[in-house]
């Protein structure tokens, strides 16, 4: 079965430049989450979708972050415009069920905003 | 209130002894509990979850969960240096499942 897959794994950009960053989900997997990963801190949920519908975005800066998910399949996380504070390691990752199993992580896009 | 505090370490244990990592939760709502170990530069793998009260095991791991006390645990028997790596602990709450990171134990086991 394959992963979770994620492009792309490295990101450098200028703050104040926009970025985008792709998700392929388990085959199946309804749900699909990504996470802000700052170094030295654990994940921080962004946003949850449920196929295409969004179930939580509480924690997502809607001034400049902006999510999709395209059919209930592909996800795209973007970032317009980034800030030296959003340097960290996204991550995304699914889940088969929306309730009681685990979530399945992807390799992560590690940005890095200068 | 964070959803999901733990100690963020680090913690440092002999080859061979026990190491207990220790997680509380604020909502008594939250229905299922994950422990995720992550190595530097990788992302969070799971190793185990509980959503009964109590004790489960699994290999030299063991999962405790105190739902009164809110507070869930992970022992690691016969630690190795292999085991030297962040643990996250992770709690699935709300009508649609969001699922909460905390901040994650450091643990390293010394040779």
């Known amino acids: 079965e394959a992963g979770v897959a994620q492009s792309p794994r490295y990101k450098i950009i200028e703050k104040r430049q926009s970025v985008a960053f792709w998700c392929n989900p388990i085959?199946?997997?309804?749900?699909l989450y990504w996470y802000q990963q700052i170094l030295g801190q654990g994940p921080k949920l962004l946003i949850q979708?449920?196929?295409?519908?969004?179930?939580?975005d509480s924690q997502l800066p809607k001034d400049r972050f902006s999510a999709e998910r395209l059919k209930g399949v592909d996800s795209t996380l973007k970032i317009q415009p980034a800030k030296l504070e959003d340097s960290a390691v996204y991550l995304c990752?699914?889940?088969?069920?929306?309730?009681?199993?685990?979530?399945?992580f992807g390799q992560g896009t590690r940005l890095t905003v200068v | 209130q964070k959803e999901v505090e733990q100690n963020s370490g680090p913690l440092s244990v002999p080859e061979g002894a026990i190491a207990s990592l220790n997680c509380t939760y604020s909502?008594?709502?939250?229905?299922?509990f994950f422990w995720y170990r992550q190595y530097s530069g990788k992302s969070p793998e799971l190793i185990m979850f509980?959503?009964?009260?109590g004790d489960k095991e699994d290999g030299r791991f063991t999962a405790q969960l105190n739902k009164a006390s809110q507070y869930v645990s992970l022992l690691i028997r016969d630690s190795q240096p292999s085991d030297s790596a962040t643990y996250l602990c992770?709690?699935?709450?709300?009508?649609?499942?969001?699922?909460?990171f905390g901040t994650g134990t450091s643990l390293t086991v010394i040779p």
């Open positions: 990752a699914s889940s088969p069920l929306p309730g009681g199993t685990e979530a399945f």
């Open positions: 085959s199946g997997h309804a749900t």
């Open positions: 979708f449920q196929n295409n519908g969004v179930v939580d």
């Open positions: 909502d008594r709502g939250s229905q299922s």
């Open positions: 509980i959503y009964s009260n």
């Open positions: 992770a709690v699935k709450k709300g009508v649609g499942n969001q699922f909460y």
